[in-house]
């Protein structure tokens, strides 16, 4: 088990670096670029190269993890990548951190924890059937067909949420593939893994995920996207693992019940600590204040209306973009 935890907190802090450096450089593309073309651009930016190590490190501390461990245990530790992330953001971009935002952390730690700790996940030994393979593929990959074209348009934050839905289940799906290759190169090999379908999968899987990550990270707030990719992950791979490597977890006594509201406030605690960060990767970002108490339009962070951004945060401040002009003299 703590070979299991260690790298799955060493996946959650390279998960934490890949989206900053990948975010910096993805919004400093244009807002016409998507897919095939937005990689293209990507791969010239040498930011966003530098976060190849961090995807690299992930990969591998993670296959470690699930090879050790349920997925029932690994993917809800990857929560731990928005307290990672609110470090390097402290750390790494000196950006001013209000208490709101540490608090929020701690609830998260907190929630984390406990549902592990109560929710107890065991067994997973089970290798699963063509036919639950069959269930769990055309499930999620319809639903993720569905959210893709259903993000295609509409104002940034629906669009940032729709897509980050789609990227988290690729990556909850992906992690299946993982756990399965992994355990077929220690029992079969490298010559035997290739005779098996999950390698092929999971090579798909990971063009798949990153591509829709792209989209995601480009098209909207972080401060929407990134919450709604590591939580809804680790609930659909919860069910993955019980559906597929028959995991089990505590279910006597209210146990699961308390487990269920960890995992609320572990929710919650994540939200919240995304609202209270700053809204843009700038070093200069401030601290997002709390919403006001009187009725009106609640603050969405990371989603004000900066002139000729398009609502992509952290477009302004980036280095070598050109200033705006200043304004000309009232005319007589």
Sequence with gaps: M???IV???LTAFCNAMVVAVQHLASIRASPKLKGVALARYLLKSPLWLLGWVGILGAFVFQAIALHNGQLSVVQPLLVSELVFALLLRRQWLHQSISKRAWGSA????????VFLVLADPRGGAQEPTIGHWTWVLVGVGGAVVVLYVLGRTGPPVRRAAVLATATALIWSLEATFIKTTTDDLTTVGLVGSLEHWPVYALAVGGIAGFLMEQDTLHVGPLSVSQ?????????????????????KLATGDGVLAGAVLAFVVLCAGAVALTRSTP?????????????PAGPGTPNVPGAQNIPGTQNVPGTQNV???PAAPAPGPDPA
Aim: proline share 14%.
């Design 227 to 247: 919450p709604i990719m590591v939580l809804v992950d680790p609930i659909m791979s919860i069910c993955l693992g019980v559906v597929l490597f028959d995991e």
């Design 279 to 291: 809204a843009t990767m700038s070093a200069t970002a401030q601290p997002v204040p709390p919403p």
């Design 2 to 4: 703590t070979v299991t």
């Design 7 to 9: 790298f799955a907190l």
């Design 106 to 113: 701690a609830v998260t730690c907190v929630g984390l924890v």
């Design 319 to 321: 280095p070598g973009a």
